[in-house]
């Protein structure tokens, strides 16, 4: 298993370059239709708080496997994202 602070940058990375994936279709697309765009942003937002305070959370009896399952969740997640904004072009 990579290193807490790995999956810390990972999360931020990925769920970063998703938002960032966002404002460039925002940039492309026709104003009309932002809001669409504004949504995805918020649901990676909200990913990513819920991803952290996982990683976070020492209460957890075997931490090594709950860690893996946020990696785990972490590429579920931003699978479903990048599904998103390919359907918004």
Same mark, same amino acid.
């Given at each position: 298993?990579?290193?807490?602070? #790995? +999956? $810390?940058?990972?999360?931020? @990375?990925? +769920? &970063?370059? /998703?938002?960032?994936?966002? @404002? /460039?279709?925002?940039? *492309? ?5 932002? &809001?669409? &765009?504004?949504?995805? =942003? #918020?649901? *990676?937002?909200? !990913?990513?708080?819920?991803? =952290? ?8 009896? !075997?931490?090594?496997?709950?860690? $893996? ?10 699978? *479903?994202?990048?599904? $998103? =904004?390919?359907?918004?072009?």
């Amino acid at each position: 298993m990579a290193s807490i602070r #790995d +999956l $810390k940058k990972d999360i931020n @990375y990925v +769920l &970063g370059d /998703i938002i960032e994936a966002v @404002y /460039i279709w925002e940039m *492309t697309a026709d104003k009309k239709e932002t &809001g669409k &765009g504004d949504e995805i =942003i #918020d649901e *990676t937002i909200e !990913h990513f708080d819920r991803l =952290i305070a996982k990683v976070n959370d020492h209460s957890v009896e !075997h931490r090594a496997a709950h860690l $893996k399952e946020v990696n785990k969740e972490l590429e579920e997640v931003a699978n *479903t994202l990048v599904d $998103k =904004i390919n359907k918004l072009s």
